[in-house]
T-cell receptor, first 114, second 117 residues
Framework: NAGVTQTPKFRVLKTGQSMTLLCAQD?????MYWYRQDPGMGLRLIHY???????AKGEVPDGYNVSRLKKQNFLLGLESAAPSQTSVYFC?????????????FGDGTRLSIL | AQSVTQLGSHVSVSEGALVLLRCNYS??????LFWYVQYPNQGLQLLLK??????LVKGINGFEAEFKKSETSFHLTKPSAHMSDAAEYFC???????????????FGKGTHLIIQP
């Protein structure tokens, strides 16, 4: 029972490079989220999806794009990486729109932009 | 807009002492509230949640929290700290009536709990 799996776990990029972070969940959850965690800032929502084929912006969406082509996968893309995007990225999922359902988190992707 | 304030970025207690981590929220409607714990190099794990049922909520690992509407607080407590409790703790709020807008949790900035032997 894997839950939420993020790949890769670590990555170092040069400024201007692009990459895609993959999140996969095996719980058949409708809702998926991407957060970034920075020291002293807590977690901030980047983008989220309320179902296959849908995406929406969160609190800090600039510089990122997302796609949800399959229900179980939620991809986060950086088209042109910037040092300000150095962070730990967390994916989460939850079963439905009812807000009392807790979100299940992956173990994170640690991304450094040089 | 909702927000969460966690008082104290670092809290240090002795092993066996009471743990108290403070969380205050701001919300236009009665919210749902969560406490998560994060161990080093891991994701977030749910400790407990408040969803408008009992105001005293018991969670895993001996933690509990009390929802106080008059104080807009949801403080986390544990009677006796263990070394294994050393971690980062996050309070989060969710709007139960969210629709159309950002749908996700709003997190506090976190409190790092240090356990002294």
């Amino acid at each position: 029972n894997a839950g939420v799996t993020q790949t890769p776990k670590f990555r170092v990029l040069k400024t201007g490079q692009s990459m895609t972070l993959l999140c996969a969940q095996d719980m058949n959850h409708e809702y998926m989220y991407w957060y970034r965690q920075d020291p002293g800032m807590g977690l901030r929502l980047i983008h989220y999806s309320v179902g296959e084929g849908t995406t929406a912006k969160g609190e800090v969406p600039d510089g990122y794009n997302v796609s949800r082509l399959k229900k179980q996968n939620f991809l986060l893309g950086l088209e042109s990486a910037a040092p300000s995007q150095t962070s730990v990225y967390f994916c989460a999922s939850s079963p439905d729109r009812v807000s009392n359902q807790p979100q299940h988190f992956g173990d994170g992707t640690r991304l450094s932009i040089l | 807009a909702q927000s969460v304030t966690q008082l104290g970025s670092h809290v240090s207690v002795s092993e066996g002492a009471l743990v108290l981590l403070r969380c205050n929220y701001s919300s236009s409607v009665p919210p749902y509230l969560f406490w998560y714990v994060q161990y080093p190099n891991q994701g977030l794990q749910l400790l407990l949640k408040y969803t408008s049922a009992a105001t005293l909520v018991k969670g895993i690992n001996g933690f509990e929290a009390e929802f106080k509407k008059s104080e807009t607080s949801f403080h986390l407590t544990k009677p006796s700290a263990h070394m294994s409790d050393a971690a980062e703790y996050f309070c989060a709020v969710s709007d139960p009536y969210s629709g159309g807008g950002a749908d996700g949790l709003t997190f506090g900035k976190g409190t790092h709990l240090i356990i002294q032997p």
